[in-house]
């Protein structure tokens, strides 16, 4: 009996780490990747580097433009930064959190076009964009959202109670938000919170598949996919390896999850298999 209890278990943790495969990975020579952001329009991907510590203010942060099969486009797309993390886009611009302001690029012309300062911020981390065009950042020193107003940042969400906030996903009428130990449900107008899912740790990337699942990982080298009504599946482990699992990025068409590995100084490629 026992055997076959080991049995069981040896299979189960093979079948969860076996529904990951790897499709392609950078050399490293990125410098400490904290987000990805696929580009639909330009068919490329964006890749913050935070190139030194995370909250230090030293210049030498920059964004990388990459192609959608790992290739470096130009390493250096948008330098002078200090430490950028989350990033989304739209109508042509990128936005990126830089520890206490929310930078905008100018993508076509690969130039930064405004910098948005909030004195209160701590540790800007990530970026998403609600369908009304309504820009949020995550501040995980503060336990607040952010919205992008008249050119400030303004306090959309404050909440001690939830702890450190880090991932952020606009969709339909609602943003998940990844706290200490859960993913919560904010609705945008009310903004009453409930709680989507226990994750037990706190989440870093956070993706929609465009099928109705998630995928969301844990900074220290986890990623799992869940679907509603299901139980979290664990996809990857890289703990162990020292290898971080931070803010990912995702191609829908591809349904390719894109993972910056921090320290490892790589951005991988995964598909479900």
């Keep these: 009996m026992k055997q076959l209890i080991l049995l069981f278990i040896l299979v189960s943790h093979f ?10 990975k950078t050399d490293q020579i990125l410098d400490v990747p904290e987000s990805v952001k696929y580009y639909h329009e330009g068919n490329c991907l964006f890749v913050s580097n935070v190139a030194g ?13 990459l192609t959608c099969d790992g ?8 330098d002078g930064l200090d430490a950028p993390k989350g990033m989304a886009i739209r109508d042509g611009i990128l936005y990126v959190s830089n520890i206490d302001e929310l930078v ?12 948005v300062k909030q004195p209160e911020a701590s540790f800007l981390n990530d970026v998403t ?21 008249e050119d400030q940042l303004v306090v959309w969400l404050k909440d001690e109670k939830l702890g450190r906030l880090n991932g952020l996903l606009a ?26 899912l226990e994750t037990g740790a706190q989440v870093d990337g ?21 679907k509603p009504g299901e139980a979290p599946v664990q996809l990857l482990n890289t703990a162990e390896k020292n290898i971080q699992s931070a803010d990912i990025g995702f191609i829908p068409a591809a349904q390719e999850i894109l993972v910056p590995t921090f320290f490892d100084n790589r951005v991988v ?5």
């Design 15 to 24: 079948t969860t780490y076996a529904q990951l495969k790897e499709v392609w």
């Design 53 to 65: 510590k995370p909250s230090d203010k030293d210049g030498n942060g920059f964004i990388s433009k």
């Design 71 to 78: 290739q470096v486009i130009k390493l250096k797309w948008v």
């Design 104 to 115: 905008l690029i100018d993508i076509v012309k690969a130039q930064v076009i405004k910098r």
């Design 129 to 149: 964009i609600t369908k009304a065009g309504d820009v949020l950042v995550s501040d995980s020193g503060t336990s607040t959202v952010y919205q992008l107003k």
């Design 171 to 196: 969709e339909k009428d609602y943003v998940l938000i990844g706290t200490g130990k859960r993913i919560v449900k904010v609705d945008l107008k009310s903004k009453k919170s409930e709680v989507f």
């Design 206 to 226: 956070l993706e929609a598949d465009g099928l109705g699942a998630y995928y969301y990982t844990f900074w220290r080298g986890e990623m799992y996919y869940y």
């Design 269 to 273: 490629a995964y598909i479900m298999d």
